[in-house]
């Protein structure tokens, strides 16, 4: 396939606020509150066709840029100053193709970004929102699913100097054998004040939905978990003591422990692994540990080596993923995977995901992967896009937490969620509170997702959303 080249011709932005059922705390923030973006984006290809696509997610607080002297207002004025530069540039630009879209302005973005104080993370928000959207219209003119034009790379993937270290890397090749999931298994994520067990509890939602990690796990059938640590070790080892002690009770488990940036060095998340294998209530939950997320704040994560870690468990970036060569540096430092979200861009997990192929093809002796995670995907086109890039991947499990901590479509009007539903009904379930993600036996139904467009062929309901306010960035003053 020549990949089509066209021209984004228009770009429309609109928020809703939504309302945590739970609260969640991740790192330094507990969040009750929150906002979606949604990009729409409108190309012309150089037949003339013309089509609209959409993107959607949420402007997080404390994730892209943790300075603790911003707001979390603060934090989604960053984002959307991202989306703003990255429109402007994409109207600017011209004709090109999906991915000639992403490499030949993602430099001057990042640069764009930097003299606003934007950091690089921060940068590729604003890039990858833009880039989904438009990649969504091109598979909705096309009238093909993610799966089948990727197989043909209708994105014109390509070396490129942004890429310098995948000179030469086949393209192509890669995107025509990867081989999409059907089905995958949803990781559940256990925040740091979730309750474990009933006696964590001195209040309940009483929605009835499951509320605490044992209610969860009997109803959702859950094998993969995903454990918040704190940063102190020997409250870590404690929580981490009270969780073996309900998931230990299944037939079979694995486990990611998440770091969230809570150490201030190697040694600090080293010394956490050594207390967590001193301790014989942890014997099975250690044996089940797949892989340490970020453990390191990101400030010295890619300066110092991880080895001493690596050597008992894979070790991986999340925040750290900001520049696009951050898993070439990680590598050198021992880190051996890297996190793929929607978030950070389509194009980057792609390029990632050639990363891994390239270097296991070159060390048999090392194993580098990628691993899906959350950032509080929405019910809609926002999880029904991530889980699509993820099933594109291949990847087995993934991090789902935003169906437990915001209720199904909540916030949504009711027959934007039915649509959703009688679209995919096998992705999500009808039940007494509206339609929720369907999770049974702790995995998730993909079949749906192989419909025109990024994922999903239905879209919001537009009207039930406000303008996305200019971004208040920078700061006066600054």
């Not at 997610?57 to 911003?70: I, Q, S, V």
């Not at 990649?135 to 799966?147: I, W, Y």
């Not at 979730?194 to 964590?200: E, K, L, S, V």
Request: charged fraction near 25%; proline fraction near 5%.
């Amino acid at each position: 396939m020549t990949a089509p080249r066209f021209a984004i011709t228009a770009i429309e932005c609109r928020e809703w606020p939504f309302t945590l059922r739970l609260p969640f705390r991740f790192g330094v923030i507990t969040v009750t509150q929150g906002r979606q973006a949604v990009v729409r984006v409108r190309i012309r290809d150089e037949s003339g066709g013309e089509g609209w696509g959409v993107a959607a997610e949420t402007l997080a607080a404390k994730w892209f840029d943790k300075d603790p002297t911003l707001t979390d207002a603060d934090n989604e004025h960053q984002l959307r100053r991202s989306i703003e530069l990255a429109g402007a540039a994409s109207l600017a630009a011209g004709p090109n193709t999906g991915f000639g879209h992403f490499a030949d302005t993602y430099a001057a973005q990042v640069a764009a970004c930097g003299r606003e104080a934007l950091n690089p993370l921060v940068a590729s928000y604003g890039r990858a929102l833009v880039d989904r959207a438009a990649l969504d219209a091109l598979l909705k003119l096309r009238g093909a699913s993610l799966f089948a034009g990727m197989r043909g790379n209708i994105g014109g993937m390509a070396p490129h100097a942004i890429i310098p270290d995948l000179a030469g890397f086949d393209f192509p090749a890669l995107l025509a054998g990867l081989k999409p999931a059907a089905r995958i298994a949803a990781r559940h994520t256990v925040g740091l004040v979730d309750p474990i067990t009933a006696a964590d509890q001195t209040d309940r939602v009483g929605d009835g939905l499951p509320e605490t990690l044992e209610e969860v796990a009997a109803t959702y059938g859950h094998s993969f978990w995903k454990l918040k640590v704190m940063g102190d070790v020997a409250q870590d080892v404690d929580r981490l003591c009270r969780i073996a002690a309900v998931i230990d009770s299944m037939a079979t488990y694995h486990v990611s422990l998440d770091g969230n940036e809570q150490y201030e060095d190697a040694e600090g998340a080293a010394a956490l692994w050594r207390a967590m294998k001193a301790e014989p209530r942890l014997a099975r939950l250690c044996a089940s540990v797949l892989y340490i997320e970020q453990p390191v704040k990101r400030a010295r994560a890619l300066k110092t080596s991880m080895r001493a870690l690596a050597r008992e468990r894979p070790v991986i970036i999340d925040e750290s993923d900001g520049a696009l060569d951050a898993f070439v540096t990680a590598r050198a430092l021992a880190y051996t995977g890297v996190s793929s979200k929607a978030c950070k861009g389509v194009w980057r997990s792609l390029i990632n995901r050639a990363r891994c192929e390239a270097w296991n093809a070159a060390d048999e002796e090392v194993d580098h992967f990628m691993s899906g995670e959350d950032l509080t995907t929405l019910a809609g086109v926002c999880v029904q896009q991530d889980l699509a890039l993820v099933a594109l991947l291949g990847l087995t499990h993934v991090e789902r937490n935003g169906h437990h901590f915001v209720d199904g479509f909540a916030g949504r009007p009711k027959a934007e969620a039915m649509r959703f539903l009688e679209a995919h009904p096998g992705l999500y379930a009808d039940t007494p509170r509206g339609p929720r993600l369907a999770i049974k036996a702790g995995q998730l139904n993909l079949a749906g997702l192989r419909v025109p467009g990024l994922g999903a062929t239905e879209e919001p309901d537009y009207a039930a959303m406000q303008p996305m306010p200019r971004a208040a960035w920078p700061r006066p003053g600054d």
